[in-house]
Structures are given as structure tokens and as C-alpha cells.
């Protein structure tokens, strides 16, 4: 999509696409200005444009991110209290050891799937970790939540990815009864608490979660391993140490949640275009990601560059909450990797397959063969 985004930053900052009826801004200034203008760029209808969630009733599938203040300021708080800095701290351990396991399984094959045998699996068993999910249930959680949110824009979720959220959505209110009954130190027994939420509110965040948290951390590492390996340079200095520059530069650079939905409260002039209120607007920070008024050179993967303004997990009240647990995920991952695995892999570019999403973009299958 990159050449079309720069097309669209030069000449068309406010776009509009006539099959969706959205508009679309995709440079830096506009798209970082609207998403901390929450008044006016309301999330009410939630942050994907898809007809099937698209509407005021997109807060019954995905929470708190798809409401404004008050309701999201009350819950972001509450919520928030689960995710304290001493919480994720103290899951680096077990991460630590979910990677390592499942680099040391594809190192054995010698050539394996880096999508699938590891990063699809550690960020959904770290939510899994986050919610009290048993580690015995944890495959089941993963096959269910399989191809959720892998469908093409336009179209509706498919009847089976429907079935299968909520048939998680059943089993995740049997561990929000256990928690009621018998709190414990974790995530869920904090929503549960007497000031917290109710199971109407909670079972829509455990797959909000689920959503929001694993396949984007999926991509980032994806892209990671990708863009490292097509550019040796760059990887010398990733496998040199450079951890979080990488990490950083990925998420810039294939940023995984390419854009995110608002609509307008009011009458706006945008680049001298009238929208009225109640506009669709989808406000793409993977464009904004490779604005070069911004980072010189966007098209470059350059793990030396200024990072500090990307713009991957949001911006405003709704910027990422998972965001330091994702960085953390993926520096981890990415430290056990250049441990355990020589820089000189290889990616056969014939098996890799994308995402067909409007919103996350990444790979499916990143076959890889390691010496
Ligand atoms: C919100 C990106 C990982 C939980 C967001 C938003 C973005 C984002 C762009 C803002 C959406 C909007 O403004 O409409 C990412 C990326 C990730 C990542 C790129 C990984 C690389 C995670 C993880 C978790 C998480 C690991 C939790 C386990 C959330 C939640 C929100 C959110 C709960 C809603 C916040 C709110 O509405 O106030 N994320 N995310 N994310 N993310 Fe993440």
C-alpha cells in the first residue's frame, strides 16, 4: 500500500473512497492531530470500518475502545489498574521461556514457520497468561480465535469466525464466575472487584484483548524478522544488539495496525472538503508512519533513524494500553532469537502469506530455514 500512500499524501490528503464511503487522511500532521481530538473525532462507532462492526453497537464486541468519555475514561481507569507497570514486569520471565521454547522447537526442525510456530502462538498465550487461561486450554484458545479478524474489508466476518468468538466469549465469562467467587492477583479479578465492571463490560475487553493484543504483536515480530533478513546491513546491526532500534524501525516501517476509524462529531473543513458531522473518517497512521516531512527517506528500513514520533500504537485517550507489554514481548522474543539463531537465515519468499485485512497488515507464513 506504500506508493498508493504517497500518492494519496501528495495528492489527496483527504481522500474519499466511494465503495466504503470513508474518508481517509494519511499525512502525519492530519492524522495525529485527529486522533488526539477525541471531541471531534469520536470512537463511538468504533475503530474498524467493517459493516459488521461498524455502528453504535460496536461496543458490545470491542469494548472500551470503541466508546468515548465518560464511559471510556471509567473504564480505561479500571482497566488500566491491571496493567500496571509491576504486572507486565513480572510476565517477562514466563515470556522469556515461551520464546525460548518455541525457538529451540524450530531450531530442531531446522526449517519452520516463523508465523505460525511462534509468532501467532506466544502473544495469544501471553493474553491466555493475562486472563487466567489454563495452560492446558491455551491450543484450543488459539485454534478458536484462528482467523477472527483475517477477513477482507467489506465483506462480513465469516459465520465460523462469528462461532468461534463467541464460543470464547462463553468460555471467557466461566473464568470471570471463578474470579468473582475467589479473586485472585491477576488481571480479571481486577475487573471483577466491586468498583470494577460488569460481565456485560468484561467479556467484550477479554476479546478486545484478544484482538487488539496478539495478531498486531504478531506482526511487529513478523516484520522484524522479515525486513531484517532483506536488509543484511541493517541486520548485522539488529543481531549486533541493536534490539530496540529494530523493533522500533519494524513498527514504523510495516506499522501492524495500519489505520483506525473515528467519526466526525461535527461540521469539518478538511484541505477545503466539507464533511458534515456523523463522517466516516479512517485515519491512517501507516501512512503517517512513512511521512517524509516527518522521517527523511520514509521508504528506507534504517535501524539507526528517530523513531520517537512514530505513531503505531495511537496517540490521545486511546493510545495503545498493551503498548509497553507488546514492546516487551517483542524485545524479548528478539533477544532470545539472535541468542539461539545465527543471523545468516533464509525466507523462502515463495511460501509467505498476507493478511487480507483493511486494518492489520502482516504476514500469515514467513517459512524460514536456520544453520
Ligand atoms: C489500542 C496498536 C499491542 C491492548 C490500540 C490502538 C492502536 C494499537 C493503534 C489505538 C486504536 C485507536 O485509537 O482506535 C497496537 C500494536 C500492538 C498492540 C501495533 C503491537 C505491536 C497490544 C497489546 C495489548 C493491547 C499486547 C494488550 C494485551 C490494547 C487496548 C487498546 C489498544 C486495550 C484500547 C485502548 C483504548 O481504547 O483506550 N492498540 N497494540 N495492544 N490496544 Fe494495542
Known sequence: PYPVYARMRREAPIYHNPELNFWALSRYDDVAAALVDSARYSSDHGPVLDGGVWGPKARTMLSFVATDPPDHTRMRSVIARGFTMRRVAALEPMIRGLARGY???????????????????????V???LMGVPPSDRAEVRE???GLLRYHPG?????????????????????????RKAPRD?????????????DEEIVPFM???????????THLLNAAWYWAWRNPEQRAAAFGGAIAPWMEESLRYDTPAQGTARRLTEDTVLHGVDLPAGT??????GSA??????FPDPDAYDLGRDTSKLISFGAGRHYCLGASLARMEARVALEELTRLIAPDYEIDTTGIRRTRHGNVRGMLSLPTTVR
Open 103 to 125: 525457538v529451540e522447537e524450530g531450531l530442531e526442525k531446522g526449517t519452520f514457520d516463523f508465523a505460525r510456530d511462534l509468532s501467532a502462538k506466544l502473544p495469544l498465550d
Open 186 to 198: 491477576d488481571l480479571v479479578s481486577v475487573l471483577v472487584a466491586d468498583d470494577g465492571l460488569t
Open 144 to 146: 478458536r480465535n484462528n
Open 289 to 294: 508512519n512513512r511521512d517524509e516531512s516527518v
Open 280 to 285: 466516516r473518517m479512517w485515519l491512517l497512521a
Open 207 to 217: 476479546l478486545l484483548l484478544v484482538g487488539a493484543g496478539s495478531e498486531t504483536t
Open 155 to 179: 465483506s462480513d466476518p465469516s459465520e465460523d469466525g462469528l462461532r468461534n468468538l463467541f464460543s470464547l466469549g462463553g468460555y471467557y465469562a466461566s473464568i470471570i464466575a471463578e474470579r
Open 127 to 129: 493474553i491466555s497468561e
